[in-house]
């Protein structure tokens, strides 16, 4: 099983442009999370998603949005990419209580 | 204020040292409690839940407070893999049924 994988692993963006970054899982997992990690801030939430075709808002959902069409993908676009949205991207998958986190894509918006 | 917070250290142990990390939190209708490792650069991985009555797993230790809305982790016998952050994370509270999650602690363990 691979687990947890995103693409693409790095990408730097001028502002104004959308990118699509993709997450998929192998785990038959309900719940998938997109995560946006800066210095000193821990992970925040951007959006989830409880099943197929649904989706939800977290904590910073501004800025982004996202598509769950099948269960074992989950998409994060940016349509307008800012300075602040450089960070890190994590995406995860749960079933009960652990959540399994991909690698993380670096994403810097100049 | 952070609904978890956590010393974002470095805290630097010599290898064989016992180092014990804290993490408050600030919503009392908190659920659940983890620690989670997350190594220089990669992912965060479920290190070990945390409950009431406290649990140990090999040479790492969690306590939960609720009266006190406090969590530690202790590490006895540190090894230089130890070396990682270590975030403290709550679900429940403000998130619902998500995870919040504390700045992390950074650990250095050296020879």
């Known amino acids: 099983n691979a687990g947890v994988t995103q693409t693409p692993k790095f990408r730097v963006l001028k502002t104004g442009q959308s990118m699509t970054l993709l997450c998929a899982q192998d785990?038959?997992?309900?719940?998938m999370y997109w995560y946006r990690q800066d210095p000193g801030m821990g992970l925040r939430l951007i959006h989830y998603?409880?099943?197929?075709?649904?989706?939800a808002k977290g904590e910073v959902p501004d800025g982004y949005n996202v598509s769950r069409l099948k269960k074992q993908n989950f998409l994060l676009g940016l349509e307008s990419a800012a300075p602040s949205q450089t960070s890190v991207y994590f995406c995860?998958?749960?079933?009960?209580?652990?959540?399994?986190f991909g690698p993380g894509t670096r994403l810097t918006v100049t | 204020r952070k609904e978890v917070e956590q010393d974002p250290g470095p805290f630097n142990v010599p290898e064989g040292a016992t180092v014990a990390f804290n993490c408050t939190y600030s919503?009392?209708?908190?659920?659940?409690f983890f620690w989670y490792r997350q190594d220089c650069r990669k992912e965060p991985k479920l290190l070990m839940s945390?409950?009431?009555s406290g649990n140990e797993d090999g040479r790492f230790t969690a306590q939960l407070n609720r009266a006190s809305q406090y969590i530690s982790l202790l590490i006895r016998d540190s090894k230089l893999s130890d070396s990682a952050t270590y975030l403290c994370?709550?679900?429940?509270?403000?998130?619902?049924?998500?995870?919040?999650f504390g700045g992390g602690t950074r650990l250095m363990v050296k020879p």
């Open positions: 995860a998958s749960s079933y009960a209580r652990e959540q399994y």
């Open positions: 785990m038959n997992h309900e719940y």
């Open positions: 998603s409880v099943g197929e075709g649904t989706t």
């Open positions: 919503n009392s209708a908190s659920q659940s």
């Open positions: 945390v409950y009431s």
């Open positions: 994370v709550v679900r429940g509270g403000n998130a619902g049924n998500m995870l919040t």
